[in-house]
């Protein structure tokens, strides 16, 4: 099971809870949906998936760590591990190139090192694959990323999520800046890659419409609700 949560509440000090959970389950190369208006806990979500903060209280299990039982160094080092993330406004490193910026993930994990070795050869190589299969093949792979347009900078974060072949790619409303039919593409890439590689994907997004392309949903409201797993809120 990659992610198991059983009666997970999230709150900040001296805060009503943001985020209650009764059960949820995701299985290994299974999508989820996790749908919401802006303050209804989807970012806390994806921060205790990620281990970057810790239930309040509740079971947060992924890939069968209790993110709880973990030091702060030892989640720092499953995310790097296991986790590819594509971060809302990208986080790419405007002073690096394209493939500089999608060979991150592998030079601070060697767990990821090897798995791109073993499954594409070298890193590189299948660096050079994730551009070509995310329309990319076409430019440089030395071209800085402050020069390739917003579209592009957002396949090169999808590129640097997936190498390493890891088990999870955490997704942070990667469609918000894109029309409907840039938006259907993307989806079909993002789902398409985590298809063949046999990842999850936990994709948060205030739209409703891209729910169905998911294997599972939820919908977080704006005040502490419960859901059961893959149940539509």
């Keep these: 099971m990659v992610i198991s949560l059983s009666q997970l509440m999230y709150a900040w000090p001296g805060q009503p809870p943001l985020l209650r959970i009764d059960a949820l389950t995701l ?11 802006s303050g209804s806990g989807k970012s806390s979500l994806l921060a205790l998936l990620s281990g970057v903060v810790l239930p309040t209280a509740g079971d ?43 060979l991150l993930p592998v030079k601070v994990s060697h767990r990821r090192h090897q798995q791109s070795c073993d499954r594409h050869g070298n890193p590189v190589s299948q660096a050079r694959g994730l551009f070509e299969r995310l329309g990319l093949g076409g430019l440089p792979s030395s071209t800085p990323v402050h020069q390739l347009s917003v579209g592009q900078q957002q396949r090169v974060a999808v590129a640097r999520a997936f190498m390493g072949s890891p088990a999870l790619v955490i997704a942070d409303e990667p469609t918000s800046a894109l029309d409907d039919d840039n938006r259907d593409v993307f989806l079909d890439l993002l789902l398409g890659l985590a298809s ?10 205030h739209d409703r419409r891209l729910a169905h392309r998911f294997d599972q949903q939820i919908w977080l ?6 859901s059961q797993h893959g149940g539509l809120q």
């Design 221 to 226: 409201s704006d005040q502490p609700w419960s």
């Design 60 to 102: 947060c299990r992924v890939l069968g760590q209790s993110m709880a039982s973990l030091s702060p160094r030892a989640r720092d080092r499953l995310r790097a591990d296991a986790m590819g993330i594509v971060f809302q406004q990208f986080n790419l490193l405007p002073y690096l190139s394209m493939v500089d910026n999608v």
């Design 27 to 37: 299985e290994a190369g299974k999508s989820l949906f996790v749908g919401g208006r």
């Design 196 to 205: 063949e590689g046999s990842t999850s994907v936990v994709m948060v997004s």
